[in-house]
T-cell receptor, first 112, second 113 residues
């Protein structure tokens, strides 16, 4: 398995609180991604990174921010969580444009 | 913008029967195509990929997919399924430049004895 660790694996929090999810990789891959998975929508890209401090928005970026201060860590932050952000969040990594993405085991986030 | 259509949300099949999971994509440029499998409460695992070359690609567990450029399809097939193949299968496409994957909505394969 690709060396990807997501933390926490499960989290329940209240509306309006800040939440940070962490993705840690040991593969030294350049590209990292955050997706959310919802029934009927498949996986949708939130943000991605193509290098340290280099990030860009994906399809559903509103309400989310990211940071990547070192190669191995990619953080996803919900500044003020809303119930619509209840989802399963997946991190993925890739070594290059012609390399497939490998996924972590996901974080199940419930916002009450 | 690229899009992927998986018309079947659920495909029930009996063990040892053949199966085809359909995937169509919309793109006017060269693409990379992927199938991922997701078992319950797990992340996505790469099943197979088409980058270039032979249009028929195979996985180690008996699945195969054929890239058909004229029909913009990348259907997944297996001649004889097992109970253990029960999972959700996602088709995905990216351009041949920077790899921003676009996923289909998934097809749940249900294999019964």
């Amino acid at each position: 398995d690709a060396g990807i660790t997501q933390s926490p694996r499960h989290k329940v929090t209240e509306t309006g609180t800040p939440v940070t999810l962490r993705c840690h990789q040991t593969e030294n891959h350049r590209y990292m991604y955050w997706y959310r998975q919802d029934p009927g929508h498949g996986l949708r890209l939130i943000h991605y990174s193509y290098g340290v401090k280099d990030t860009d928005k994906g399809e559903v970026s509103d309400g989310y921010s990211v940071s990547r201060s070192k190669t191995e860590d990619f953080l996803l932050t919900l500044e003020s969580a809303t119930s619509s952000q209840t989802s399963v969040y997946f991190c993925a990594i890739s070594g290059g444009a012609d390399q497939p993405q490998h996924f972590g085991d996901g974080t199940r986030l419930s916002i009450l | 913008a690229q899009s992927v259509t998986q018309l079947d949300s659920q495909v029930p099949v009996f063990e040892e029967a053949p199966v085809e999971l359909r995937c169509n994509y919309s793109s006017s440029v060269s693409v990379y195509l992927f199938w991922y499998v997701q078992y319950p409460n797990q992340g996505l695992q790469l099943l197979l990929k088409y980058l270039s070359g032979s249009t028929l690609v195979e996985s180690i567990n008996g699945f195969e997919a054929e890239f058909n450029k004229s029909q913009t399809s990348f259907h997944l097939r297996k001649p004889s399924v097992h109970i253990s193949d029960t999972a959700e299968y996602f088709c995905a496409v990216s351009g041949t430049g920077f790899q921003k994957l676009v996923f289909g909505t998934g097809t749940r394969l249900l294999v019964s004895p």
